[in-house]
């Protein structure tokens, strides 16, 4: 079965950058990190869409995440990996904005870049692609082995972690 | 939530003998993958019951298993570490005497021993962890991604991995 | 035979922050990865002595590292990890002030942390414990496979390496 | 400079075969793990002779690594990865035939495949590549931090690792 994933940065994808010290969404990582998976009958579309902060995010971007989704979900699950600090804000947006789904939206990210050392980002990649086939149509956060309707979590900043509400 | 991991061996849980220069059942070693992930709001209560490649189970060791998890799964999901050769058979065998069941029965495995080069152990660990949670009641395999119903799965030796029959 | 490890902080022992966002220099972090290598025959002592970034070490911070270097040089080679943007200042004042040595003084460090993907940490470490053994007495810089004398290098930022002036 | 690695065999490029559920001497496996580390300065040239656990090897494949030795060392150290159970017996040979030598010979290896977890592989690799540029003339082991004299060194079984003799 295919599978989308559409990446659009946040900490998930942030690298480390020699020349300024700093973590940074530059170049796409996701691919790399799938390859460390085996997926058999599983066909993985990435589609590298963004690689911004999720605190930089602006309607703009949202309405690109939205057009998207929208064209891919009509033939398959989409995975948005996404920020953690707006990720509630985008996909409760894309629950509002998506009507009826044939499919799950499942938007995922990381507290700590993937292949950083104690990351939890190829677990939560992990347990998205494992969602995307198991969950009913809806938009959810899935993240260290849970899984959220986006209409009823938020993130618990203190201790890194997402918490239903 | 609850969660019980009962491990019984197989190659997930093999370690390289620096003195036979063999792979090997020998320490337990699923307590030391299983901190590598982050599990807020689960209690994951791992049993050791044994340590063998899945080609040297007895009749009395699946009823050993049989016996544990029939006591673990009244009262939550039930995960069991297994060697992938006769993983099946032990599945079928619990689907057949557990009866009804108030909780999901996974059992996985893999194909290289967790912490090895290229190993799909923590993917199988991780997803196994999710499924736990999200999966009805039944007797499951979980691995690569997939769910597999035990009465409806075979092991592909040849592409080392499991396939619907 | 005894070997001295002295920590000042620097890239080699940043971590990322998840409540920041940022890499910092926080935890002491070297312990974790000594751990890693086999050094039969060596007793390494570690003594954290601050964990700053190197571009903001003070005069007094210097005072204190020679003060320390020259206590433990005495009976022991001496490795330093330290921030690569000012090792060779440092390494300098130690060569000055210190005078005749019985043991080399060895700096080294990292152009990306310990434990991040890509990571050149735990090479250096390896190469300076190494170099602790093998070479003679003076002032060096290790890293990257290269023996460095400290006044006779300088930091290629571009290139993310060390050079020989 | 130029750096010459002859690799052998031997455990440290051992890979665990999913089909036979054993660990095996099959491809080469050296250049992905040197791709870890930074060699600036270096030209390392990997010349895979053959892939056979040490005490397998025959005369006829001592006399062979010999010739190729003797080839490289004119121009370049020689670094040669060996199983550890006749590492010293390769050494010796070599030693004695080789005459001589205008830059050092290394054997190295390791007690567990580089890529395993807990290997000491990549740390004697990482050695052995320092040790090409500091050592002098002679035939050497180095691993675990140590260097040793092919003539004064065995291997002690017990405690997976190499001692003065």
Do not use: C
């Not at 079965?1 to 300024?20: A, F, L, N, P, Q």
């Not at 530059?26 to 790399?32: F, L, T």
């Not at 579309?45 to 930089?56: A, F, Q």
């Not at 499919?103 to 990210?109: E, N, R």
Request: hydrophobic share 45%; charged share 25%.
């Amino acid at each position: 079965m295919k599978i989308h994933i559409i990446t659009t940065g946040g900490t998930i994808e942030k690298v480390y950058s020699e020349s300024s010290g700093q973590v940074e969404n530059a170049a796409q990582k996701i691919d790399r990190y799938l390859q460390l998976l085996r997926l058999p009958g599983a066909q993985v579309e990435v589609t590298p869409l963004m690689n911004k902060d999720s605190l930089l995010m602006t309607d703009e971007d949202r309405e690109l995440i939205f057009a998207v989704v929208r064209a891919k979900i009509a033939d398959a699950p989409v995975i948005i990996t996404h920020g953690t600090d707006t990720m509630v804000v985008t996909g409760q947006l894309l629950k509002k904005r998506l009507g009826d789904l044939a499919h799950p939206v499942i938007l995922t990210g990381a507290m700590s870049p993937l292949g950083f050392e104690r990351s939890d980002g190829l677990q939560n990649l992990t347990e998205s692609l494992f969602a995307a086939r198991v969950l009913g149509p809806g938009v959810w956060i899935v993240i260290h082995g849970q899984v959220h309707d986006v209409d009823r979590v938020r993130k618990d900043k203190e201790n890194a972690r997402f918490v239903a509400v």
